[in-house]
Structure formats: C-alpha cells, structure tokens
C-alpha cells in the first residue's frame, strides 16, 4: 500500500543561500618587485607572523574601470611572502608602505 502525500510539503522550508559577492581574481606584485620604502596598494597579511603588504599589480593602461559595486567582492589572495591564503575585501584596499627587510631574515 502506497502512503499518499500531499502535494504541499509540510517538512522543513528549502532555505535559499546566502548570496556571496563572488570571488575577484587579483594579480599580486612577488616580493622580488617590491622595493622597501615604496607606497603600493593592497592589503596586510592576516597571517599574524608575517603581517607584510600584499601589492596589487596596477592594471594595464587603458584598462576599462572598475564598477561602483565590485567594492564588495572579495579575492582570495595568496601572500607572496609566507605563502598562507585567505579572503580579502576589495574595497580594503589602501595605500601602504612596503617595510625595509627585518635584519636576520
């Protein structure tokens, strides 16, 4: 004997996801083209060791700009000096100094 259903679900409510920005694929500079002293745009490393500025590569001359809502985004961005990867907003991109190298290192 077949149970008979009927046609609205009473189980529990399909829940929809969250919507994530989507993921922004970013160029970052190596650590061999950053000179100490210089200002480059990017992030600090949130690895708590390595803390270094991670560098955006400029984009290429004529380049078609960026829209107003890509500030959302996030990147996932691998740090070029200790190698760890995490997320990254966009939109706390900011001018930073590259540290003249620790003595020891």
Known sequence: MAIKRSAKSHGTPVRKS????????VDVRAAQQMVPGEV?????????????????VPPPAGAKPES?????????????????EDLYRWGARAERQYPAAAAGT
């Open 18 to 25: 969250v919507t994530s920005p989507g993921l922004r694929h």
């Open 40 to 56: 480059y745009v990017g992030w600090l490393c949130k690895n708590k060791v390595c803390g270094r500025v991670i560098a955006v």
């Open 68 to 84: 107003a809502h890509a500030d959302d985004q996030l990147a996932a961005i691998k740090c070029p000096h200790c190698g760890e």
